[in-house]
């Protein structure tokens, strides 16, 4: 699943310990996820100074022994990673506890629910490009309002029309494609 060998051994041994709760793994952006009734329970990933866990709905894991944090402060709402820098900090106990109580959650119902922020406004230019073509219009309803605020936001942040127009014509194949702006800095959580 990952990319960085740096820690293939590591991330194996965590895949083999949550292998142990019965979660069913699925692949998602690229990675192991583990779910229970397809909700997603944790994953594990490598990155350059360290190897993780990542719980989906961690906010709500007691946490008893400090070793979760929010990878994005202020971004990131429920996601909490658990970060090693060896293999010699692996405790399958512990880890065991962390996915269980985890698993426990979900089946409690205990998921974060987004809140509602600020109505999506559309910039002049990709308003103009949505109103003048029906297959585009349809392409972005159905994208996620997360996407549709990438691509909202990518050409606000353009201080000329020039470039957002250039930026339109950039992400206009995207949109009926159906992806992200960023889905494909997504596809591997290890990088």
Excluded: H
């Amino acid at each position: 699943m990952t990319k960085n060998v740096k820690w293939a051994d590591e991330l194996a041994l965590l895949k083999k310990i949550i292998e142990k709760t019965g979660l069913t793994r699925t692949t998602k952006w690229g990675a192991d996820v583990y779910t229970w009734k397809g909700k997603n329970i944790v994953s594990c990933g490598g990155f350059k100074d360290y190897f993780a866990l990542w719980f989906y709905d961690g906010v709500f894991l007691k946490d008893t022994r400090k070793v979760l944090v929010n990878a994005q402060t202020g971004k990131t709402k429920a996601l909490r990673q658990w970060r090693f820098a060896s293999a010699d900090e692996i405790d399958e106990p512990l880890i065991l506890a962390y996915v269980n109580e985890a698993i426990r959650n979900a089946k409690a119902g205990k998921t974060w629910t987004p809140q509602k922020g600020d109505p999506l406004e559309i910039p002049e230019t990709l308003e103009r490009a949505i109103r003048n073509d029906q297959k585009l219009k349809n392409a972005f309803g159905n994208l996620t309002e997360y996407k549709q605020k990438e691509y909202a936001e990518y050409i606000e942040s353009a201080r000329k029309e020039e470039t957002k127009k250039s930026r339109l014509e950039k992400i206009i194949p995207m949109i009926l494609d159906g992806t992200g702006l960023n889905d494909r800095y997504k596809n591997s959580p290890s990088g």
